[in-house]
Nanobody, 117 residues
Framework: QVQLVESGGGLVQSGGSLRLSCSAS????????MGWYRQAPGKQRELVAT???????SYADSVKDRFTISRDNAKKTTGLQMNNLKPEDTAVYFC???????????WGQGAQVTVSS
């Protein structure tokens, strides 16, 4: 059974930093596009950042230049370094693994990130 487990969420003041990590029990982790999504109360889940198997990254405009996504294929982990956090970054952050052109799409349970003003 595939599992994605997030860690590293918490409470931080505005301007602070947090790092999220996601550990994946995927046999072919290196073939998956890894991503981070977030969902704030009363809002739809939105894409934050993705990283392809080759390491190409993309970011939502709202987090560009503040967040950095990474992956370690040997350790089957992906990370999200979040700097200069703002109150509007408060949300539950979800790790996602997607095998392009297939039905294989997996989600973690979510990690709460709260940024106080």
């Amino acid at each position: 059974q595939v599992q994605l487990v997030e860690s590293g969420g918490g409470l931080v003041q505005s301007g602070g930093s947090l790092r999220l990590s996601c550990s994946a029990s995927l046999n072919i982790f290196g073939a998956f596009v890894m991503g981070w999504y977030r969902q704030a109360p009363g809002k739809q889940r939105e894409l934050v950042a993705t990283i392809t198997p080759s390491g190409r990254t993309s970011y939502a405009d709202s987090v560009k230049d503040r967040f950095t996504i990474s992956r370690d294929n040997a350790k089957k982990t992906t990370g999200l370094q979040m700097n200069n956090l703002k109150p509007e970054d408060t949300a539950v952050y979800f790790c996602n693994a997607n095998l392009v052109s297939s039905a294989h799409n997996f989600w973690g349970q979510g990690a709460q990130v709260t940024v106080s003003s």
